[in-house]
C-alpha cells in the first residue's frame, strides 16, 4: 500500500513554455499532498502544501504564480511550472501523506525538468 | 537555518557490519521523526518513525533512536548489506502541522 506516482519521470522543454506535472495517490486518498524539489546533492527542498479542495499553501520564497498547484481530486495533485527558464531545471519530487497515519509522507519516484 | 542537521554527509562500512546515521535536531517542537532512503533520480523511501514519547523503534534490520535531550537520533541499520547503499535522510515533523523539515542527507556505501 501507499503507492505514490509522478508522470512524467523526466521531461525536456524550451524556455519559455509550460511543463505540468502530475501525482497520484494509488491506493489511497491524500487530502494533503505536498511538492518538493531537489537540487543536486542537496536536501528536499519543500515548495509547497495541495490540500484538496483549496488553495496550495506556498513556502517563503516559492513564486506561486511560476508553480500553479491543482488538486482537484483526492487521488490527484498536479505542479505546473509556467514559462519555465533553465533555472527550473530541477528534480520535482512530490509526496502524500496516508490519512489515519501520523505525519508518514510517501513519496512519488520524482520528475527530471530540464529547461533548455 | 538548517534545523534538521546530518553532520556526516558519506559513511562507508563494511558488508555484515552495523551502520549508524545519526541526525541532530535543533526546533524542540519537533514530535515525529522518519528515516527515508534514497536512491539517485528515485524518490525517498520511507523506513522507519519514531514518535517523541518514545526513545526507540525497530523494524527488522533497522533500529531508530531518539534522545530529546540531546536533540539526537540515529539509524541503525544492522547486518548492513550492498542493497543498503543510497542516500538516507532524516526527518521531521510537529506532529499536526504535517509538514517535513528534511536533513542534507548521508550518503552510505556497503563494501564487500
Known amino acids: 500500500g501507499a503507492v505514490v506516482s509522478q508522470h512524467p519521470s523526466r521531461v525536456i522543454c524550451k524556455s519559455g513554455t509550460s511543463v505540468k506535472i502530475e501525482c497520484r495517490s494509488l491506493d489511497f486518498q491524500a487530502t494533503t499532498m505536498f511538492w518538493y524539489r531537489q537540487f543536486p546533492k542537496k536536501s528536499l527542498m519543500l515548495m509547497a502544501t495541495?490540500?484538496?479542495?483549496?488553495?496550495?499553501?506556498?513556502e517563503q520564497g516559492v513564486e506561486k504564480d511560476k508553480f500553479l498547484i491543482n488538486h482537484a481530486s483526492l487521488t490527484l495533485s498536479t505542479l505546473t511550472v509556467t514559462s519555465a527558464h533553465p533555472e527550473d531545471s530541477s528534480f520535482y519530487i512530490c509526496?502524500?501523506?496516508?490519512?489515519?497515519?501520523?505525519?508518514?509522507?510517501?513519496f512519488g519516484p520524482g520528475t527530471r525538468l530540464t529547461v533548455l | 537555518d538548517q534545523q534538521v542537521k546530518q553532520n556526516s554527509p558519506s559513511l562507508s562500512v563494511q558488508e555484515g557490519r552495523i551502520s549508524i546515521l545519526n541526525c541532530d535536531y535543533t526546533n524542540s517542537m519537533f514530535d515525529y521523526f522518519l528515516w527515508y532512503k534514497k536512491y539517485p533520480a528515485e524518490g525517498p523511501t520511507f523506513l522507519i518513525s519514531i514518535s517523541s514519547i518514545k526513545d526507540k523503534n525497530e523494524d527488522g534490520r533497522f533500529t531508530v533512536f531518539l534522545n530529546k535531550s540531546a536533540k539526537h537520533l540515529s539509524l541503525h541499520i544492522v547486518p548492513s548489506q550492498p542493497g543498503d547503499s543510497a542516500v538516507y535522510f532524516c526527518a521531521a515533523s510537529t506532529g499536526t502541522a504535517s509538514k517535513l523539515t528534511f536533513g542534507t542527507g548521508t550518503r552510505l556505501q556497503v563494501t564487500l
Open positions: 495541495s490540500n484538496e479542495g483549496s488553495k496550495a499553501t506556498y
Open positions: 509526496s502524500a501523506r496516508q490519512p489515519g497515519s501520523t505525519d508518514t509522507q510517501y
